[in-house]
């Protein structure tokens, strides 16, 4: 069984930065890619970023310049760098991961993001 558990949230300032991991704690499965998401209070749930296994990376507009996926080639998951947080970034973060062969996917249960001087 899969277990999808994040890690690395918190509060800092605007203008701090947070490194998110993403872990598979449970059976080793392969992955495709990783999605990180967003949800914050009364807005529906966004992709923010996402990196695939050839390490190819996509960003929502918002956080272009500002958040950077890496890959942990040992696990396969995607680590989200993220600077220069904004008071527009706080949110329950998610991580996803893909199985392209069957279209499985897994979810994390989230990490919270606060941003406040």
């Known amino acids: 069984q899969v277990q999808v558990v994040e890690s690395g949230g918190g509060l800092v300032p605007p203008g701090g930065s947070l490194r998110l991991s993403c872990a598979n704690r449970?059976?080793?499965?392969?992955?495709?890619?990783t999605r990180w998401y967003r949800q914050a209070p009364g807005k529906q749930r966004e992709l923010v970023a996402l990196?695939?296994?050839?390490?190819?990376?996509n960003y929502t507009e918002s956080v272009k310049g500002r958040f950077t996926l890496s890959l942990d080639h040992a696990g396969g998951t995607g680590s989200l760098q993220m600077d220069n947080l904004k008071p527009e970034d706080p949110a329950m973060y998610y991580c996803n991961l893909l199985q392209n062969r069957g279209g499985k996917e897994y979810w994390g249960k989230g990490i919270l993001v606060a941003v406040s001087s």
């Open positions: 990196i695939n296994s050839n390490g190819s990376t």
């Open positions: 449970g059976s080793a499965i392969r992955i495709d890619s």
